[in-house]
């Protein structure tokens, strides 16, 4: 394996004997040979793939499509039937979480339990005792029974243990879903650092916005092989567009849309499309391509719905265009009407200052239902400017005033004119 | 490969004395005596068998009671490891299907949890024989080899009912009757010399006869046991183990997928 390989994966290949009517005692056995029927279902065909060191990877597809047999395969909870996983370092999957927790004893036994499970050694254990209580905000109730715990508490506790294993590669299977909205942040914020120090990362989620946030690179798997591999903005679409597809083909076919000549930047089944998107300076001009940093900036969306949507759900995000992701909202359109969408209208945000250092911004828009489909997802819809007088690095600037104060030094402030009092310089 | 799985096991020792100390220290929660039944309990069987076999069913025996006491407590050491064991990988579904740990560390922490509750009885074996009949303070340290000798036995025949219950879940049940018939052939209840003379090399072959004897040697006639026999003990005990290794480990590859 090369040096800067964390996870290598090499013709991969899984089936399970799926039994039609399955008995594992004797019985059964005997006598019940010929319902012992089974198929041999191939959830993984000769996949491949490397991970690198630190890099963060993401597994998507649909139920049942083997990603979570992929990863636990990689986690070695399952053997593959052919093919070899390599893996660098310790391996640490956040699948299950608090195994080994017994409800009579307190939080802090559990740790150790739990913890112990995941490899860790006594020593290992209390460096990060604090870490991990301080983590999982359980305060004084850490000397409680668990059995004591509400549920959030309890997975708050599972998590705080999992997420401070440090291992070297770390495989998440959608656990993202803990907790309050606050505690997830927490997590996810916990992932990222724990991204930036070096850890290799696998996530297995259905919540492709997570992927985004965090991964360079999506894996969709789709029956059992690889079908697309590549930045998350590339997979993601595509993806999107299959799942919309394979909904459209199957249960309750909706009346087909006329599918329209397709630009390469836009998927989406096209019950609703974006006919429109302009910017407006201060003054109510268009922009052209300049906005002045600091200014205010209007964003008009048109839409024409072509049927009335299920609580769609209009969302923009302002993207640096070497990728880095500066901002993205979303807005509930039927709570902002106060009625079902449909037809055509605009859509309006205004930005009161926009403080987006100097570069060259893209905006992507899309409008998605409820179940996170895309009805219309439209990358790179339009492209702006930043420009400023100023050279600050960065991605935004961050309103601020300075203030200095300076204890009179006898010797020195008689020297110099300055005499003590705090001097105030306010950012232009 | 087998040199790392050990090399394994033993960075995971920290899981292995945190199983162990769950699972007896969870035993008696809840309880009002709680961990002190660990105690209580063998009193109160010694309790029942006093009462059975001095007045109802009178043995021959000197101080029966306490000749049955001694062999008691490491049989069921056995018993619990063997029919006990059956399941311990079964009972931990969840995280075997869940979470990468060794799977040997299952049937090593349920051996373990046994051997630790053994050797708390042993309090009570202590007080009662030490009341009884005296303890020989130098046949004591003998002891400790006849108890590694169980140990290892046990966690060979763990390792086997272990793997082979998972895929054929009958094993508990036949299990239960034939660590019956085990305890009824080996010489718990009664003295290994009353077995007929032309079936004793057949008798010998049950590696519970040594080690009971060696028990009872300590702690019943206060004298060393003898050391042929407990090298013959240990030989089937190493052998139970090896095979029990070298089959758990094939047989833990598809345990994820089998249960």
């Known amino acids: ?428 | 490969m087998h040199m790392d799985r050990l090399r394994e096991i033993y960075n995971y020792r920290e899981m292995i004395y945190m199983m162990v100390r769950r699972d007896l220290r969870g035993r008696y929660k809840g309880s009002v005596l709680g961990f002190f039944w660990t105690f209580l309990n063998p009193l109160l069987q010694l309790g029942v068998y006093t009462i059975v076999f001095s007045i109802i069913l009178r043995s021959d025996i000197e101080k029966y009671y306490l000749y049955l006491f001694i062999a008691l407590i490491p049989w069921l050491f056995m018993a619990n490891s063997v029919q006990g064991g059956a399941t311990c990988v079964l009972a931990q579904k969840s995280m075997v299907t869940k979470i990468y740990f060794p799977r040997q560390v299952l049937p090593i922490t349920h051996v373990t949890t046994g051997f630790v509750n053994m050797l708390l009885c042993f309090v009570v074996v202590f007080l009662v024989a030490g009341f009884s009949v005296g303890l020989n303070i130098m046949a004591l340290p003998y002891l400790i080899p006849t108890m590694v000798i169980e140990y290892i036995l046990a966690l060979g025949l763990c390792f086997i009912a272990a793997a082979v219950t998972v895929y054929f879940r009958d094993m508990e049940h036949i299990l239960g009757i034939a660590v019956m018939a085990w305890q009824f052939l080996s010489p718990i209840m009664y003295p290994p010399d009353i077995v007929p003379e032309r079936l004793q090399p057949i008798f010998n072959l049950n590696p519970m006869t040594p080690i009971t004897s060696a028990y009872r040697s300590v702690l019943y006639y206060k004298r060393p046991p003898d050391l042929t026999t407990m090298l013959a003990a240990l030989a089937m005990g190493l052998v139970f183990l090896v095979f029990g290794w070298f089959l758990f480990e094939k047989m833990q590859r598809h345990f994820a997928e089998e249960l």
């Not at chain 1, 004997?17 to 012992?36: A, C, M, T």
């Not at chain 1, 993207?319 to 055509?344: F, W």
């Not at chain 1, 895309?374 to 935004?396: S, T």
Request: with cysteine.
């Open chain 1, 1 to 428: 394996m090369e040096n800067n390989i964390a996870i290598s994966c090499r013709n991969l290949t899984k089936d399970f004997k799926v039994y039609f009517d399955k008995g594992s005692s004797l019985k059964e056995k005997i006598l019940f040979r010929n319902r012992r029927r089974y198929e041999d279902r191939i959830v993984l065909d000769d996949v491949s793939f490397d991970v690198k060191k630190g890099e963060a990877i993401g597994i998507i597809g649909e139920n049942g499509c083997g990603k979570s047999t992929l990863l636990k395969l990689l986690s070695r909870i399952l053997y593959p039937d052919n093919g070899t996983v390599e893996i660098e370092g310790r391996v640490s999957a956040l699948i299950e979480l608090g195994a080994g927790f017994h409800p009579d004893m307190s939080g802090r036994e559990n740790i150790y339990t739990n913890a112990s499970i995941f490899g860790l050694k006594k020593e290992e254990i209390d460096d990060r005792l604090q870490a991990i209580i301080d983590f999982s905000e359980l305060g004084d109730y850490i000397d409680n029974p668990v059995r004591t715990y509400s549920s959030g508490m309890y997975m708050r506790l599972a998590f705080a243990v999992a997420i401070n294993v440090d291992a070297d590669v770390l495989l998440v299977d959608e656990i993202l879903a803990v907790g309050d909205a606050a505690f997830q942040a927490k997590c996810f914020n916990r992932l990222r650092e724990i991204k930036a120090a070096g850890t290799t990362i696998v996530i297995v989620s259905h919540s492709l916005g997570q992927i985004e946030q965090i991964c360079e690179r999506s894996l969709w798997i789709c029956d059992g092989k690889i079908r697309a591999e590549g930045s998350p903005r590339e997979v993601h679409p595509a993806y999107l567009d299959f799942m919309n597809r394979r909904n459209e083909h199957e249960p309750a076919p909706e009346p087909p849309v006329e599918e329209e000549e397709q630009p390469k930047n836009r998927w989406g089944n096209g019950n609703v499309r974006i006919s429109a998107l302009r910017l407006f300076t201060d003054g109510g001009e268009e922009v052209v391509e300049n906005v002045q940093l600091g200014t205010s900036l209007r964003v008009e969306m048109e839409y024409a719905c072509k049927r009335p949507l299920k609580k769609p759900q209009l969302n923009i995000s302002f993207y640096r265009t070497d990728g880095v992701l500066c901002y993205a909202t979303g807005l509930m359109v039927e709570d902002e009407l106060g009625t079902a969408m449909t037809g055509q209208g605009t859509v309006t945000m205004e930005i009161g200052r926009i403080l987006l250092l100097p570069a060259q911004y893209s905006i992507d828009v899309s409008i998605t239902g409820e179940d996170g489909f895309a009805y219309d997802d439209w990358h790179d819809a339009r492209r702006f400017v930043m420009c400023c007088p100023q050279v600050e690095p960065g991605i935004v600037r961050l309103e601020h005033t300075w203030e200095c104060t300076q204890a009179p030094d006898a010797k020195e402030t008689n020297a110099t004119e300055g005499d003590g009092e705090p001097c105030r310089k306010k950012n232009p």
